[in-house]
């Protein structure tokens, strides 16, 4: 198949898109179809052949609005195709529909009136992406066919004559809201694979044909997902020549996941902060694949046998991160249940080992803590022991601690590999205390007719709020260590004068832990 390179000295590329959640009166109103049209606009703006002030984003228009903007697009060809210059026009809608037209707001926009102003377009092609009920019947074939198995060169001209439709549906089917994906179906997978997944002959660049097809493949395989409804998205032309724009260049002008390696499966990506889902790919096994997606933190998820394979991933101080199958880790599927089907339970549970230097006790504790991993919180409940000796001239002292703590950490730094993270801690110890005399053995003294013990025995509690910083290492076999240091500031009631005393302290500590 051919393909038309845009050169911008030679074609000028002009788009539309257009949001509507409010059909017709009898028509339920949609959540998410303005913001399938502004997440559109966005990619397209960013990835596309589209200068910013040809491009006119519509949400929740009235029909009016609809038709001055096509007027306006109308003559704004005009005057190119004056000037010798060839253009592009992309039009999207996401809303309601039918067979005999678009529903905007109460009205109905006919589809023969539609069709007429396209047909007025003096563009040389025209691309119509149609995410509504029953658009795959709204433009019938008249002629025209693309030429197969043509060697793709770079042209800087168009080469074709004509209007394509890309449809969300075959006729008579409905077009399909996802809870999910916060938007339609068919727009979510056209819109990866305009940001890299259709990029199918890796040549960093995604044509409306590659697009189509990887949007097409998705949908269909959302069946497997358990949805009842069959969506069969179309693809109708009234073309003369041979043309596959391009939508979208992969250049590196945003932050990217590069896949490597990894097997043919549905791969989710959850927002790390908020755990919603962010977007649904469906890899193709290939070697190497690019998607484009904004900087943050992201949860991986993919199914394998009856658990689910789940990673992390931080494109925050990164261009680019590689996401290869050796980055994840099996979970079973009982720590990763739906919350209302707006995203999913990432629990991760395990315990840690602790060794921790009490300053103010001189006595090394060992403890162990229960975790709870709620991305991106780390929370730490643990128990811990400790026990020092220590002999003067004439005199022992022995120490015990009892440590019950809590703590919250956030990650600072994060990978794959490891976290840098800060958090806030509170703690409680007990710190008991035996002093013995042996310069008189373990005989009683006398002291005015009475026997006094030559060992002395005191207690005190000792509460703290300190801020720890934790560095962890994550290894094989869902082991990790790391190494933390708190700032501590301690309160305790000394026994003999009774008073208070404010202390602070930092405590370094070692740490291996397991996750279950």
């Known amino acids: 198949m051919a393909l038309a390179g845009l050169a911008r000295a030679e ?3 002009l788009a539309i898109f257009v949001g509507v959640d409010e059909g017709l009166a009898e028509e339920r109103t949609l959540k998410y179809a303005s913001r399938d049209a502004e997440e559109m606009a966005a990619v397209v703006r960013q990835l596309g052949p589209f200068d910013k002030d040809r491009i006119y984003l519509l949400t929740n228009p009235d029909l009016h609005r609809f038709r001055s903007t096509l007027e306006v697009v109308r003559g704004r060809v005009k005057e190119m195709r004056k000037a010798g210059v060839e253009t592009l026009v992309l039009l999207y809608y996401s809303g309601h529909g039918s067979a005999e037209g678009l529903h905007l707001r109460g009205r109905n926009f006919p589809r023969e009136e539609i069709n007429g102003i396209l047909e007025s377009l003096e563009s040389n092609l025209k691309v119509v992406i149609l995410d509504a009920c029953e658009s795959g019947d709204f433009l019938r074939r008249k002629g025209g066919k693309f030429l197969e198995d043509r060697e793709i060169v770079k042209q800087d001209k168009i080469g074709s004559q004509g209007t394509i439709v890309l449809s969300s549906s075959s006729r008579g089917e409905a077009a399909q809201e996802s809870e999910d994906y916060h938007g339609a179906v068919f727009s979510h997978h ?4 305009l940001r890299g997944m259709a990029d199918y002959n890796s040549d960093g660049q995604v044509t ?12 269909r395989a959302e069946e497997i997902m358990g949805q009842t409804e069959r969506q069969n998205p179309s693809f109708d032309f009234d073309v003369v020549g041979e043309s596959d ?19 043919a499966v549905g791969l989710e990506i959850f927002n790390a902060q908020t755990q919603e889902m962010e977007r649904r790919v469906w890899l193709t096994g290939k070697p190497k694949a690019i998607f484009h997606l904004s900087s943050g933190k992201y949860l991986l998820r993919y199914p394998e046998k009856d658990g689910y394979r789940v990673g992390s991933l ?4 990164t261009p680019e991160a590689v996401v290869r199958p050796g980055d994840f880790q099996l979970r079973p599927k009982s720590l990763l249940q739906r919350k209302g089907g707006a995203g999913f339970d990432l629990r991760m549970h395990g315990v840690q080992l602790m060794t921790r230097a009490d300053l103010p006790a001189d006595a090394p504790i060992f403890g162990a803590e229960y975790v709870l991993r709620d991305w991106p919180f780390k929370q730490s409940l643990g128990f811990g022991y400790g026990r020092a000796f220590s002999r003067g001239v004439g005199m022992d002292l022995t120490t015990q601690v ?5 703590s919250v950490m956030r990650p600072m730094m994060s990978s794959p590999n490891g976290q840098i993270s800060v958090g806030l801690e509170a703690a ?18 006398m002291a005015e007719g009475r026997p006094v013990s030559t060992r002395w025995e005191s207690w005190s509690s000792v509460w703290s709020a300190g801020i720890p910083v934790e560095l962890e290492i994550f290894l094989p076999w869902r082991l990790w260590i790391g190494a933390s240091a708190r700032g501590e500031a301690y309160r305790y009631r000394e026994r003999v004068s009774g008073d208070y005393r404010n202390r602070f302290r930092v405590e ?6 397991h996750q279950f």
Do not use: C, H
């Open 208 to 219: 409306l044909l590659e697009a189509f097809e990887y949007a097409r493949a998705a949908t």
């Open 428 to 445: 409680w110890q007990r710190l008991d205390q035996e002093v013995r005399d042996r310069r008189f053995g373990d005989s009683a003294i």
């Open 190 to 193: 056209l819109e990866n694979g």
């Open 402 to 406: 009892y440590r019950l703590g809590y």
């Open 508 to 513: 370094p500590a070692m740490i291996l832990g």
């Open 314 to 317: 931080d494109l925050t101080w």
């Open 245 to 263: 724009p391009v939508l979208a260049r992969l250049e590196r002008k945003s932050s990217r996941i590069a896949f490597e390696g990894m097997p």
């Open 11 to 13: 074609v000028q590329s």
